[in-house]
């Protein structure tokens, strides 16, 4: 069993997207947990408690790969559910059950480009979320609309690769080195990468964060 | 310099975070799980089917396709065995030796293509060894 951080490690922390823990604390709680090879080895005995395992640990991370694709929610969604089951179909083809996340995300990138594809390229303006109902929405709810709709655009302009490192990294809570291990590339490129992706977005999203730091420097 | 930008980079993460689906909604990544489990249920018990089969079973499974058809092949067989010996042949060949001994019978007669009175015609055939 490798060690935090380490080549092999398959343990994966908690979301960021639902807790802020403390790196300490999460190995501590996680040291337990089984490994991707434990849970991919089970799995594929139809081990119904290690397919749910292994689901939890990435359905997010999933997600955001898919979404750093499509750029939309329900086709984020599509995607990353029907590659996590493509993966259960096709688990005795994971060569390496340690770098089953890797594995995994190379089949939501391939399942949402596919599902890209069957759609056609969308050359209709995409219906804002706002949009979706008569009603107006509440200040709070439209303001969050707004922010996932400049999210989304800032996004879009940046490179695949960046993308899919910055929502991994800022929205998953994966590490420089996890990120390099499972997408394959090396640890600095990650960095350079993300460096790159956030000055991209900090530029395009230049009026909100100056509007989030003037909020900070009021509340202070 | 740096704190600043590190409080930049927090407040970028923190408006990422909106493109969480479960961030308003806690239900939202349970039902995801849920949807998925339950489309997997079939391909997850496939699999215990097969991850369940022993050598015996295997080779029961075998057996139950063997078996019916030996027993198949064995009819066949015995059909063709026991049948009634067929006539024989109205066109019965004979080696070119016996012919020439035969009584009654002349070489040109012999090489003749049209059918002899009694019923003998003549064939060449070649072999190779």
């Given amino acids: 069993m490798a060690g935090w951080g380490s080549e092999c490690r398959t343990t994966a922390r908690p979301s960021a997207l639902n807790t802020v823990v403390p790196i300490r604390v999460q190995m501590t709680k996680h040291s337990d947990e089984p490994t991707d090879r434990d849970l991919v080895l089970r799995a594929r005995s139809g081990d119904e408690r290690a397919y749910g395992q292994l689901v939890r640990r990435y359905m997010r991370s999933a997600y955001a790969v898919a979404y750093s694709v499509t750029h939309r929610h329900e086709d984020a969604e599509d995607a990353a559910q029907e590659s996590l089951l493509v993966a259960l179909e096709r688990i005795d083809e994971c060569r390496n059950p340690d770098r089953f996340a890797g594995w995994l995300m190379t089949i939501v990138r391939n399942r949402s480009r596919n599902l890209l594809r069957r759609e056609g390229l969308r050359q209709t303006a995409e219906v804002p979320e706002s949009a979706a109902s008569g009603e107006p929405l509440p200040d709070r709810e439209l303001e969050r609309t707004e922010l996932r709709g400049a999210l989304r655009t800032a996004l879009s302009e940046l490179p695949p690769v960046q993308r899919e490192i910055v929502l991994l990294h800022d929205l998953e809570g994966w590490k420089h080195r996890e990120i390099a291990e499972r997408l394959g590339i090396p640890s600095g490129t990650v960095r350079s990468h993300l460096h790159f992706a956030r000055k991209a977005l900090r530029k395009t999203l230049a009026e909100r964060l100056e509007r989030a730091d003037a909020d900070r420097t009021v509340l202070a | ?129």
Avoid: C
């Avoid at chain 2, 396709?65 to 009634?84: E, I, Q």
């Avoid at chain 2, 060949?93 to 012919?99: D, K, R, S, T, Y």
């Fill in chain 2, 1 to 129: 310099m740096k704190t600043e930008q590190n409080d930049r980079d927090r407040e970028l993460e923190r408006m990422l975070r909106a493109l969480d689906p479960g961030r308003d909604d806690d239900t939202y990544w349970p039902r995801f799980h849920r949807s998925v489990m339950g489309r997997a249920l079939d391909e997850l018990a496939r699999r215990r089917v097969v991850a369940d089969l022993t050598v015996a079973d295997l080779v029961s499974s075998w057996g139950r396709t063997l078996v019916p058809t030996a027993a198949a092949a064995a009819v066949v067989a015995g059909f063709f065995l026991l049948r009634p010996e067929a006539a024989p042949a109205d066109e019965a060949l004979i080696a070119v030796e016996e012919a020439l001994v035969e009584e009654g019978t002349s070489i040109p007669d012999l090489l003749r293509d049209e059918e002899l009175p009694d019923g003998t015609g003549v064939v060449f055939a070649s072999e190779i060894f």
